[in-house]
């Protein structure tokens, strides 16, 4: 615990994803005049320097943001959230990079309420030396907002996260990306989030998460559709194939509880510019799907026998928006598998076939196989 430090990774193809579209969920909270509740459950450092010698180290955001900077083509989406960057950087020069309470702020309104966690010792003592700057810079320009507007809370945000909901103006949204460095990140985040959902099912909840071969992320979406959300959205960006030695993070997601409606047709727009611009070899790809809750469980992998569709997932096409049942826990891009000779619907021996006519075998959607993998980055704000 504690080792995962973000500065190594600030800026890299993962923050792309995840503050692009944290900027869209904030720009659509705005749109009503109420103002809500931001809750950053690992909210880091706030604000990275780009020429420190994590990031140096690590280059990563030089495949991430760095690709982006300084183009001219982008779309909408990613203007914005390039723009909100650069001021950041008014020289013009790429030496400093947001996280998602910098992301807030620069965002949400005055009248809006940013309460921020981290429990790493050394991240909450930078971070709430940032957030004094933002007031100090907020003050010199005459903004003023009634009461404390930000609060940071050096506590667990998943502990946290109850005791704000539901809150004062009865709107929030919620942004929870845990560094993953302990599997049960993945059954934590599960859990807060179906707290959450009891106690103000109306959030905007939002979830970052590293795409893997290890069993807990690939069953990690599947768990997520069947928590008790009116609707939710995924979207995974994978700028490269997976390596053979398993290391190294090439993809990640972001998935949405109750979603702004529009965010889906801009992700449509966005999503295959950021493939052809971050993406570094032909297994460069993204997906999107959406639905409402999922019902049934998810079984356990390994386990022997078939797998059954279950709930009313659909996958969403990249074009025409068409859709196809998953099953519980299969990877993206797994197709259905026939039986091979000798193979059942229960995984026993086939019996011999009569004489007369049989229908055609059904086939069965089975897994892919799994194989452990070692992380390089995750996230955090």
């Known amino acids: 615990m504690f080792s995962y430090r973000h500065a190594f990774h600030a800026g890299n193809h993962a923050d792309v994803l995840k503050h692009f579209i944290q900027v869209q969920l904030h ?14 459950t690992h909210a880091g450092a706030g604000v990275y320097a780009l020429d420190s010698a994590q990031a140096v180290k690590s280059g990563e955001y030089i495949d991430g943001i760095g690709r982006l900077w300084g183009r001219d083509d982008l779309p909408p989406a990613l203007a914005e959230y390039v723009d909100l960057v650069g001021k ?7 030496r400093w990079y947001p996280g998602s309470p910098w992301v807030a702020d620069a965002e949400a309104r005055m009248e809006d309420r940013l309460r921020l966690f981290e429990l790493h010792p050394a991240d909450i003592r930078v971070l709430a030396d940032n957030v004094r700057k933002l007031e100090a810079h907020h ?3 005459g903004e003023r907002a009634r009461g404390r507007r930000i609060l940071v809370d050096h506590a667990d945000g998943f502990h946290g ?4 909901l539901p809150p004062p103006s009865r709107r929030a949204l919620v942004l929870v990306d845990p560094p993953y460095e302990v599997k049960l990140d993945y059954k934590h985040v599960r859990d807060a989030l179906e707290e959450a959902l009891k106690r103000f099912p109306a959030g905007m909840y939002a979830v970052w998460y590293p795409v893997l071969q290890r069993m807990e992320s690939r069953q990690f979406a599947d768990r997520l559709k069947r928590l008790p959300a009116k609707e939710w959205l995924h979207v995974t960006l994978s700028v490269a194939g997976p390596r053979a030695d398993g290391n190294g993070l090439h993809s990640s997601g972001m998935f949405i509880l109750n979603p702004p409606y529009t965010l889906e047709a801009t992700l449509r727009e966005t999503m ?3 493939v052809q611009v971050l993406g570094q070899d032909s297994g460069a790809t993204f997906r999107i799907e959406k639905g409402t809750q999922v019902t049934g469980t998810v079984p356990a992998l390994g386990m022997g026998g078939p797998r059954k569709p279950v709930g009313n997932a659909r996958r969403a096409s990249p074009l025409s928006g068409g859709g196809s049942l998953r099953l519980p826990g299969q990877p993206f891009g797994d197709g259905p598998r026939t039986r091979t ?3 059942s619907g229960e995984g026993r021996p086939a019996r011999t076939p009569r004489t007369e006519a049989k229908p055609a075998p059904r086939t069965e959607a089975k897994p892919a196989p799994r194989g452990p993998v070692k992380r390089n980055g995750s996230g955090r704000s």
């Open 27 to 40: 720009k659509y909270m705005n749109q009503k005049d109420t103002a809500y509740t931001y809750i950053d």
């Open 88 to 94: 950041l950087n008014p020289s013009g020069k790429l």
């Open 139 to 141: 003050a010199e320009q």
């Open 161 to 164: 996260l109850k005791a704000l």
């Open 272 to 274: 295959p510019y950021l």
């Open 341 to 343: 000779e000798g193979e």
